[in-house]
Nanobody
Framework: VQLQASGGGSVQTGGSLKLACKAA???????????LAWYRQASGKQRELVAE???????NYQDSVKGRFTISKDNSRKTVYLQLNSLEPEDTAVYYC?????????WGQGTVVTVSS
């Protein structure tokens, strides 16, 4: 199994990006039954949870991104997305996707988001 993340880039304040993370090689039913999440790590800081999509379908967000970021998934593509709107310089970080099957965690390679003022 390999998580293939994409969609990062450089934008100005107020811009938008959409990150995608495909769970290549994962059995479809495993993907459907997994907790999906996006984390980020800014330079010099610890990795933090940004958004999660639980197995029951509920979503949770870090307070600083509520109303601006949206996590979603496409089961047919075994892909989890993170829509980032109204980006701020404080959102600059490496973003990592995570799939928790209940017995194992998988991590993507990270995709860089840079927001300039």
């Amino acid at each position: 199994v390999q998580l293939q993340a994409s969609g990062g880039g450089s934008v100005q304040t107020g811009g938008s990006l959409k990150l995608a993370c495909k769970a290549a090689g994962m059995i479809w039913s495993t993907f459907v039954g997994s907790r999906l999440a996006w984390y980020r790590q800014a330079s010099g800081k610890q990795r933090e949870l940004v958004a999660e999509l639980t197995t029951s379908g509920s979503t949770n967000y870090q307070d600083s991104v509520k109303g601006r970021f949206t996590i979603s998934k496409d089961n047919s593509r075994k892909t989890v997305y993170l829509q980032l709107n109204s980006l701020e310089p404080e959102d600059t970080a490496v973003y990592y996707c995570n799939v928790n099957t209940g017995s194992r965690h998988y991590w993507g390679q990270g995709t860089v988001v840079t927001v300039s003022s």
